[in-house]
Structures are given as C-alpha cells and as structure tokens.
C-alpha cells in the first residue's frame, strides 16, 4: 500500500511563544540599556517604558532620546528616527507578497505594529521553509511576545537605573556601553569586501554631516550616502550591466 502523505500542521499561537524566546532574550538586555540610557538623560520611567510601548525601534530610541536631551526639536527628531526606520515600509509588502492566506484585519494590525527586523527574519523563515505552516495566531504571538520582552527590559532598566545601580558602577558602565557595542558589531559585521564601499560612503557622509552641521545632519548624511552607494554598487553588478543577459 502506498503511504499516504502527512496532513499539513498549521503553527499555533502557542508554538509562535515558543519561537520567540530567541528573540525575546536578545531584546531583554538591549531594552534594559535604554531604559537605563533613558532615565541617565533625564527622562522617567514613564517617560521611558512609553518610548518603548509606542515607538518600538530599537536603536532609534537611543537616538530619539539623545537628540531630545541635546535639545533638538521634537519634530526634528521624529524625522531623523523615521529615515532611520524607513526601510520598515518594505517589511509588510514583502510578507504580503509571500502569504497565501486570507487574512484577518484584526489580526494583521496586531502583528504588524511588532514587525521589527527579528520579527521580519522569523517570518520570512516560516515561510521559505513551509508557506502553509504560517499562520496569523502564530505571527501574533511572535511579536507580541517580542514587544512585551522589550517593553519588560525597558521597565526593569527604568527602574534599576534610578538610583539602585549606584552601588554597582560597573554593572552599570556595561550596560551604559551595550549600545556603542550593538552598533560596533553592526559596522565590524559589514565590513565585507561587497559592503566596504557603502560603509565608506555612509561614514564619510556622517563626518561632513557632523563637522558642518549637526547631528541630525549627520544621521542623514550617513544613511543617504550609504544608499545611494548600495544603489550605485547594485547597478554596476546587475545582470544587464555585466553583460550576462542575451536575448
């Protein structure tokens, strides 16, 4: 007798739990360092978990809570975190364009406010490895677990850095540093012989940005000469370009 094929399982939210503990865990201690980052700038716990409830980007809080203690108007750095976070734009349709399934419009509200890179990453997964595996119960619980994880190391940092880590100075030097070295392993990561040329572009934006102007110059000095680096450097190497094509 010929076996029969194995019914598909469709992930449940319970297994979406499960697949964001990796995640979770590497948010716990990057939301700690800014909300500790947070309230050494002088902000509050409040004013600190509400930056991670609301905005949920990451990197871009450090930067939005540094811009605003500099002094910096709000609507300026509002403007700078959106160039930073732009590319979220193109998370959705390329989900979208993977995804068979009708979806719930209640559903895809939800998990789409919590569709952060890892979020993105864990998705695009599911999907390349088994497209009808992929549910919407499972997305939810995915980024809804990762925005508790990041809203719960925001709150302990908040609260642990008002004053109860005093006692402990390197503790506290670390995880002030966590960010500098977040960002150090991103460059040090990119430092390929096919990135080298939009790193370079992207630094010596942020340079002239920084000695002319301002640090919100800066930031968009930096990403703009990294993308249009990245752009030149794709249409140098593009099939058409290269002589690969033939009719």
Same mark, same amino acid.
């Not at 940092?157 to 390197?170: C, Q, T």
């Given at each position: 007798?010929?076996?029969?094929?194995?019914?598909?399982?469709?992930?449940?939210?319970?297994? $979406?739990?499960?697949?964001?503990?990796?995640?979770? &865990? $590497?948010?716990?201690?990057?939301?700690? /360092?800014? $909300?500790?980052? !947070?309230? =050494?700038?002088?902000?509050?716990?409040?004013?600190?978990?509400?930056?991670? *409830?609301? &905005?949920? @980007?990451? !990197?871009?809080?450090?930067?939005?809570?540094?811009?605003?203690? !500099?002094?910096? #108007?709000?609507?300026? @750095?509002?403007?700078?975190?959106? /160039?930073?976070?732009?590319?979220?734009?193109?998370?959705?349709?390329?989900?979208?364009?993977?995804?068979?399934?009708?979806? #719930?419009?209640?559903?895809?509200?939800?998990?789409?406010?919590?569709?952060?890179?890892?979020?993105?990453?864990?998705?695009?997964? =599911? %999907?390349?490895?088994?497209?009808?595996?992929?549910?919407?119960?499972?997305?939810? /619980?995915?980024?809804? *677990?990762?925005?508790?994880?990041?809203?719960?190391?925001?709150?302990?940092? /908040? &609260?642990?850095?008002?004053?109860?880590?005093? #006692?402990?100075?390197?503790?506290?030097?670390?995880?002030?540093?966590? +960010?500098?070295?977040?960002?150090?392993?991103?460059?040090?990561?990119?430092? =390929?012989?096919?990135?080298?040329? *939009?790193?370079?572009? !992207? +630094?010596?934006?942020?340079?002239?940005? &920084?000695?002319?102007?301002?640090?919100?110059?800066?930031? %968009?000095?930096?990403? %703009? $000469?990294?993308?249009? @680096? @990245?752009?030149?450097?794709?249409? =140098?190497?593009?099939?058409?370009?290269?002589?690969?094509?033939?009719?």
């Amino acid at each position: 007798m010929p076996e029969t094929p194995l019914p598909n399982k469709t992930s449940s939210f319970k297994e $979406g739990v499960f697949d964001s503990l990796p995640i979770a &865990i $590497g948010y716990i201690p990057i939301s700690f /360092a800014f $909300g500790l980052s !947070a309230v =050494k700038l002088g902000f509050t716990p409040l004013e600190a978990i509400f930056f991670s *409830c609301v &905005i949920y @980007a990451g !990197a871009s809080q450090f930067v939005i809570t540094a811009l605003l203690s !500099a002094g910096m #108007s709000l609507w300026v @750095a509002a403007f700078t975190v959106m /160039a930073m976070d732009i590319r979220h734009i193109l998370y959705g349709p390329a989900l979208r364009h993977r995804i068979k399934q009708k979806l #719930s419009e209640k559903k895809t509200v939800i998990w789409a406010f919590g569709l952060t890179d890892e979020v993105f990453a864990a998705a695009t997964t =599911k %999907l390349i490895k088994n497209q009808r595996s992929w549910s919407e119960n499972w997305m939810v /619980a995915i980024a809804m *677990c990762s925005w508790f994880s990041w809203i719960l190391g925001t709150m302990a940092g /908040a &609260i642990l850095g008002n004053g109860y880590l005093d #006692s402990y100075p390197a503790v506290e030097a670390a995880m002030t540093f966590m +960010l500098p070295a977040l960002f150090l392993s991103f460059l040090l990561a990119s430092f =390929k012989k096919q990135n080298s040329y *939009c790193v370079v572009a !992207a +630094l010596s934006g942020a340079l002239i940005g &920084i000695t002319f102007f301002s640090i919100p110059i800066a930031i %968009l000095a930096g990403i %703009l $000469g990294g993308c249009l @680096a @990245a752009l030149l450097q794709a249409d =140098k190497t593009s099939p058409l370009n290269n002589g690969t094509l033939h009719d």
